[in-house]
């Protein structure tokens, strides 16, 4: 018996070992870049916070679009972020495609530091010389975090940075627009009789003149990664602004007749629910209102707002504006047709047949513009931009749809008159909405339809930029709750990404709902002190350039010019909208060119900055002064020389390593 028991457990004890995972060994050329780049920091002493250098060191190295990032010792996990997004924007500044490379940032500092944004402006540089094979200044260093859009943002602790950087021998520290000027804190005491009065004012600093006048460091505040790049390496890329118009004759050919046919269409639906209104306020049949609940002012709001509409479409497109003109003529369509509802309903006595007869009328509609935009072809990127818009539209239509039929389940224990309103608005709005669906399908008709595409080829693009956004915006996630900035955009971006996740039968709408996603996290990153005209400005310049890039490749971005024009439609009454709709633009744009494939960008070299003396304010009051300050210079001097000794020890390597360059 004794003997069967180990005989069991023996065999007990193998089973394991059949199901072992075997180990798997290969060989493998490696061709790399390395480089060796510092970045100032903030360490927290017991003395206070104080400025450090931090050495970055990054490979760059044959792979498969990896960014790998190790620390020492450990860093917030917003450094991580920084290093995915300085690859991100370093590949689109170059145009050259970095997904068959991984990248490996190794940051050591002496100390723990505060934060990792910080440094993502240098990252992004580093990434950038790596790509091109360009060296790097030893003397300059810079502060700044890195947006999606390559602006470099603000960050804290610069006058501690600049202490850092002064004292490493560095001739130039690059820090954010905008920041030249920091407070300070200072504590006052005075004696007042017998008391004393201690009082903690705020007091300016002028970066430059304090960080000059104290170690003869040049401080430069940039506004890009672009402009930084020409103190690193001496090179720039062109400015991107668009020499073209936006519309082209195609364009404006196309979509004029199509905004003033729904602007007929819009005219004669307001006309017949004007009529209806009149009938229904004639025979009384409308509810009397209440000051806290009152249909009938509500009907008539709706039926003012589809007039309003209306007018602002024939203005839109008497000024060429044909895109948000027939985006208002809708908008006036959805108000006229829940007025007609709302009548229709008070009109056959309030009862629940009428609504269960147009709920299914719009059922159907609902059901029809799902079944075509789901299976319309996609055959170019002229198709996908449509077909995409179209399913969209045909989802929002079936959520409206839902939503419809909850108000009027809530009515039916409720009783209250907002909730019959609120259920035939939600069924307006999903009825207009479908129709939009085919407006959409139909539009891919007018386009010529290039680049020719398949379904690997989309499933392909959904999962990569499903991957991309879900990087972005769990770093935008973190920028936001560290910064206490609003979350409206990362909300939105979160809400769109789930929504892309679970759209997967409809893949070119999970598609655009990403790009619409990573347009949300750049602005929540570029805006974390707030939305103005220069981010709007900016993104607006982004955007151009990128569809006069598509065109030139034949594609024509519909759905990009489109959305560009509604944002400089509504650019004046809301800079956030505005801003929402050109990073939209830009994202679509930016997808359909890169779609095609990379083409690199060229720069352009300008030199080096020359290095200026150190013109360093000292007071000899006593020898002990002049000593000090001697032995002051000295150090820097020695630091100087340590530091540019350790980077050329680094290119020298790299030299010796390099043996992979770009195709």
């Not at 003997?3 to 995972?21: D, E, G, H, V, W």
Request: aromatic content about 12%.
């Amino acid at each position: 018996m004794r003997k069967r028991i180990l005989f069991c457990l023996f065999i007990i004890s193998i089973l394991p070992l059949a199901n072992a995972m075997p180990i798997k060994e290969w060989r493998q050329e490696v061709y790399y870049r390395n480089i060796t780049i510092f970045a100032p920091a903030v360490a927290k002493t017991n003395d206070g916070y104080v400025g450090v250098l931090t050495q970055i060191n990054v490979t760059m190295q044959n792979g498969s679009g990896n960014v790998y990032v190790v620390t020492s010792p450990l860093t917030e996990i917003d450094m991580q972020g920084s290093a995915h997004l300085a690859v991100d924007v370093a590949s689109a500044l170059t145009g050259i495609d970095t997904s068959n490379h991984d990248f490996i940032f190794v940051v050591k500092a002496d100390s723990p530091i505060v934060g990792g944004p910080s440094a993502g402006a240098v990252m992004t540089i580093a990434a950038i010389a790596l790509i091109k094979g360009w060296e790097t200044r030893d003397d300059v260093i810079m502060t700044g975090m890195i947006n999606p859009d390559g602006s470099i943002g603000p960050v804290g602790g610069i006058l501690e940075k600049g202490e850092a950087a002064a004292n490493a021998g560095a001739n130039y520290f690059l820090i954010p627009k905008g920041q030249g000027i920091v407070y300070q804190t200072i504590t006052e005491t005075k004696r007042i009789g017998g008391f004393v009065q201690i009082i903690q004012k705020r007091v300016p600093i002028n970066v430059s003149s304090y960080l000059g006048n104290k170690y003869g460091i040049v401080v430069k505040e940039v506004e890009d990664i672009n402009e930084a790049l020409q103190y690193f390496t001496g090179y720039t890329f062109p400015e991107k602004k668009s020499s073209q118009p936006m519309t082209t004759e195609d364009y404006e050919s196309i979509m004029r007749p199509l905004a003033i046919d729904l602007i007929e269409k819009a005219n004669n639906s307001y006309k017949k629910a004007d009529s209806l209104f009149e009938n229904c306020t004639s025979q009384g049949v409308i509810p009397p209102g209440y000051w806290w609940e009152n249909p009938r002012a509500e009907i008539r709001n709706a039926l003012n707002d589809a007039l309003q509409d209306l007018q602002i479409a024939n203005t839109a497109c008497n000024n060429y504006f044909y895109y948000y003109s027939i985006s208002k003529s809708f908008q006036s369509l959805i108000n006229s047709r829940f007025v007609k509802y709302a009548c229709e309903y008070y009109l056959n006595g309030g009862n629940g047949d009428y609504f269960n007869s147009i709920y299914a009328n719009v059922t159907d509609m609902v059901n029809k513009a799902l079944s075509e935009a789901k299976k319309a072809k996609i055959e170019g990127m002229v198709s996908l931009q449509c077909v995409g818009a179209a399913q969209i539209r045909a989802l929002d239509a079936l959520n409206n749809l839902n939503e419809s039929m909850q108000y009027w389940n809530k009515f039916s224990y409720s009783f209250k008159s907002s909730d019959v309103l609120s259920s035939l608005s939600y069924l307006a709005y999903a009825a207009e909405r479908s129709k939009t669906a085919h407006w959409w399908l139909d539009l891919a008709n007018y386009f010529n339809d290039t680049f020719s595409i398949n379904d690997a080829w989309l499933e392909g693009m959904v999962n990569k930029y499903y991957d991309y956004a879900s990087q972005i915006v769990t770093y935008a996630n973190i920028l936001i709750s560290e910064s206490g900035a609003s979350s409206s955009f990362i909300q939105k971006a979160q809400t769109l990404l789930n929504q892309a996740a679970n759209e997967k039968e409809y893949p070119a709408a999970s598609l655009f709902l990403l790009l619409e996603s990573i347009a949300n996290a750049n602005i929540a990153i570029e805006a974390i002190d707030g939305v103005d005209e220069s981010n709007v400005e900016r993104t607006s310049q982004m955007a151009s350039y990128s569809i006069q890039q598509t065109r030139n490749e034949s594609i024509e971005p519909v759905m990009a010019v489109s959305y560009y024009e509604f944002g400089r439609s509504i650019e004046r009454d809301s800079l956030n909208d505005a801003l929402r709709y050109y990073k939209y633009s830009y994202m679509i744009s930016n997808m359909l060119r890169l779609g095609t494939g990379y083409e690199e960008e060229e720069a352009s070299y300008v030199g080096f900055l020359p290095v200026k003396e150190k013109n360093r304010n000292t007071t000899n009051y006593v020898l002990e002064g002049i000593i000090g300050s001697i032995c002051f210079i000295g150090g820097i001097a020695i630091g100087r020389l340590t530091l540019r000794k350790k980077g050329k020890e680094e290119i020298k390597n790299a030299e010796e390593g390099l043996r992979y360059l770009f195709d």
